[in-house]
């Protein structure tokens, strides 16, 4: 006699919907996004890179990790390439679809450059189509209260998903579990050493937890919640903002940058009034003059969060207390 494939009996699970999920169709899994790109780059043999300086370093890291030589570029205050950069299907370039608000960016780049020459970086973009390119990657977990995770589309018919899976993400799920019951404060360490955790996985397969735990998630919701909540910042917000955002119809941002022209409340003040906003990423000082575009992207511009968390009220309060005169 045969064992059973699937137990039957026993104590229950953590009761979770199984939900279609046709945007994770074709694609890849990985453990990090970070993974699904080096893993793209190896298969392609790739031993050069055009990236930009406006990235974080865990991206940096990964390519630097296997030997793959940098060539650095910027951009301008529209997010476009600002410099003379030669891509090729030897030499590809990265761009970042920041916050999920290039789309129009990234598809140029692609006109521009040609799709065999380009991969786009929607890890801030989840609610952004796979372009039609060497590659596509994302990072649910920035937009979903997943442990880690990351996806590879490409157009490339031969690339195969890692091997080895993944099977330690139950490690990093304290401080989305204690986040269910309470703010963010008490389990804020947990997150931090869960970060840097997949920092220092290899390439592997994204865990049999994170893809259970993505199959539950209510994606159609998620991204209209969170149009409705950037439309809202840059009602109120867009006149009072030096960048110029172009919210496309139904964008579904990551957040919502705010370079604010009228006075508003320090870093410091918003953490006492425990407003977290992240920073867009301060390794990238050490990458940018001083007085680059880049650089105030870093220092100067306040990432407003406009996730399926928020209710208009919620944003309303918090504007009235960080912008008073919005
Ligand atoms: C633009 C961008 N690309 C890629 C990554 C890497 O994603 P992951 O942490 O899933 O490897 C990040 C964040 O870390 C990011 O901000």
Redesign the pocket.
């Known amino acids: 006699m045969s064992k059973l494939n699937k137990a039957i009996g026993g104590y229950m699970e953590l009761e979770l919907p199984y939900r279609e999920q046709p945007w994770l169709d074709g694609a890849l899994k990985y453990n ?6 080096v893993s793209l780059l190896e298969q392609l043999n790739i031993r050069s890179i055009w990236m930009p300086r406006y ?2 370093d ?2 940096i890291s ?1 390519v630097t990790r296997q030997g793959i030589q940098i060539y650095f570029y910027s951009i301008n205050q529209n997010f476009e390439i600002a410099e003379n950069v030669t891509p090729s299907r030897s030499t590809p370039l990265l761009y ?1 679809n ?1 916050f999920g608000l290039c789309e129009p960016q990234a598809q140029e780049v692609i006109n521009h450059f040609g799709p065999d020459s380009v991969i786009i ?1 929607n ?2 973009a989840l609610f952004s189509k796979p372009f039609d390119c060497l590659g596509t ?1 994302y ?4 937009f979903f209260g997943v442990p ?3 996806l590879l589309f490409t157009k490339y018919p031969n690339a195969q998903p890692p091997k080895i899976r993944d099977d330690s993400s139950i490690n990093r799920m304290t401080h989305l579990i204690s986040r269910l019951s309470g703010g963010p404060e008490s389990t804020y360490a947990e997150y931090v050493r869960a ?1 840097k955790e ?2 220092l996985l290899p390439v592997m397969a994204m865990s049999n937890l994170t893809n259970r735990l993505l199959g539950s998630i209510d994606y159609d919701k998620s991204r209209r919640l969170r149009a409705r909540n950037a439309k809202y910042l840059q009602k109120i917000l867009g006149k009072k903002n030096k960048l110029a955002i172009e919210l496309p119809k139904d964008a579904a941002p990551l957040c919502y940058p705010f370079y604010s022209n009228v006075q508003t409340l320090s870093r410091a003040e918003m953490i006492e009034n425990r407003i977290f906003v992240p920073s ?2 301060t390794e990238v000082l050490s990458r940018v003059t001083e007085d680059s575009f880049e650089a105030r992207m870093v220092t100067d511009v306040f990432y407003i969060p406009c996730d399926q968390r928020y209710q208009i009220q919620d944003l309303q309060a918090l504007v009235n207390l960080f912008v008073p005169r919005a």
Do not use: N
Not at 32 to 37: D, Q, Y
Not at 139 to 142: A, H, I, L
């Open positions: 990090s996004a970070r993974s699904a790109f990235i974080c865990s991206m990964a970042v920041y970086d890890a801030q990657i990072s649910p977990r920035k880690d995770g990351g970060e997949i920092g867009y990423w």
